[in-house]
């Protein structure tokens, strides 16, 4: 259940910026009936590996926009292809040096914004948003709203110029509104939220719409209370949430409703987690030899990725260090439930505490792909009617082992 986090004492400037279409989507037509249309054609597709996309291409593209966009602030890198944004300190920064003081030094980007709560003529949008970037007599909020917008559009130019790709982007006072915009014009445009904006946004959004609420809480607020709007919510006290729902989840149902959220952006530029899987249901299922063949594909996926990030993961660890800073790591943190399948010695680790399902392993090193060969090549030697639970476990291993970051 969402819990609402304490309120930050000062207005922050956050973005959200979404790629536009990262992926490359497939014609309308197959390619074999595009082909009879037009025999020179070029098809473009996704790289594939073992019959599933290769998204090793796409996750170093978004790495490259990434590293610009965190050049003016805080980033967290919400997923491959979409971050959050802290430019709060850019944007003082900004207000203080260099503020916008006049309609016609606007950033021609900047000037294409869509700026909520402005009048809807088109005609005149360009001169209106001008106006409302460089105002005098706009508030504290407002004045850095707008330095925001200016710096989000500096940077969406620089993510083009440098990498061809397009993004659009929300900018608001918190990572709630500035996600809830960010998709709102496509492509390449950018949404600005001003505080009296923020009621008209939410009064007509569909529960459903809003993140955290497309589940059971979103279904239970539909069902229990008749609210189908977020507006709708504007109709119960802070209570009345709190003694359907709880003391924290009631509270930020509350502060939801109105717009307020204190969640913070993290300083994280690489993902908290990467899994490579593929899955074989009913008559697809795997025969032993396939399986082995699979896991070693999934070791070589992961750890390719891995140390193309500058990370390792943890099975692999002990080589990579082994291979190149000459420094070894002797143990291995593994699931328990996993234990019974190694050949190696195994010591039970963090005793006191009984619910540590931890055991340490001691590794024998070599290349990390030869790791991952051995660490397979020792488990083959499980007989086949335990296949099952090896292939399910030793896939839940590379799902939750934590990945590490070190220093090259």
């Avoid at 959004?205 to 239970?220: D, F």
Wanted: proline share 4%; net charge neutral; aromatic share 8%.
């Amino acid at each position: 259940m969402p819990v609402a986090r304490p309120e930050p004492q000062e207005p922050r400037v956050i973005a959200h910026v979404d790629m536009d279409c990262f992926y490359v989507q497939g014609l309308s037509m197959r390619g074999d009936e595009a082909k009879k249309v037009c025999s020179g054609i070029n098809l473009v597709q996704v790289p594939v590996a073992r019959g599933k996309a290769d998204l090793n291409l796409y996750r170093s593209a978004g790495a490259e926009v990434v590293a610009i966009l965190a050049s003016k602030g805080k980033c967290e890198r919400a997923s491959i292809d979409e971050v959050y944004l802290d430019l709060t300190d850019a944007a003082k920064e900004m207000l203080l040096q260099a503020p916008p003081d006049s309609p016609e030094g606007i950033f021609m980007e900047a000037a294409k914004s869509n700026i909520l709560g402005l009048p809807a003529d088109a005609s005149e949008k360009e001169k209106n948003v001008r106006a409302w970037l460089c105002q005098s007599e706009a508030d504290y909020q407002d004045k850095l709203l707008a330095c925001g917008a200016i710096i989000v559009a500096q940077l969406r130019v620089r993510v083009l110029e440098e990498t061809q790709f397009t993004c659009s982007a929300g900018i608001a006072h918190n990572k709630m509104l500035a996600k809830l915009v960010s998709g709102m014009h496509k492509p390449a445009q950018q949404t600005v939220v001003p505080s009296s904006s923020v009621q008209d946004l939410l009064a007509s959004l569909p529960v459903k719409k809003m993140k955290q609420l497309g589940g059971k809480l979103g279904s239970s607020l539909q069902d229990d209370l008749g609210v189908e709007t977020i507006g709708d919510l504007l109709s119960f006290t802070e209570e009345k949430l709190q003694e359907q729902y709880g003391v924290n989840t009631g509270t930020w149902l509350w502060k939801t409703a109105r717009g307020i959220s204190g969640e913070e952006v993290e300083d994280r530029l690489l993902p908290k987690s990467h899994g490579c899987g593929k899955t074989f249901p009913g008559p697809r299922a795997l025969k032993y030899s396939a399986s082995v063949s699979l896991l070693l594909f999934l070791g070589n996926s992961f750890f390719r990725f891995s140390c193309s990030h500058g990370m390792v993961a943890a099975f692999a660890r002990a080589a990579w260090l082994k291979e190149y800073h000459e420094k070894v790591s002797m143990t291995l943190n593994i699931l328990a439930d996993l234990s019974p399948l190694f050949t190696w010695d195994t010591k039970q680790v963090n005793t006191e505490n009984k619910e540590s399902p931890s055991r340490g392993v001691v590794f024998k090193y070599g290349s990390g792909l030869i790791i991952v060969a051995i660490f397979v090549l020792k488990l083959t030697s499980v007989k086949e009617k335990s296949l099952g639970l090896l292939t399910q476990n030793f896939v839940k291993l590379f799902f939750t082992m934590k990945v590490e970051t070190i220093s090259l």
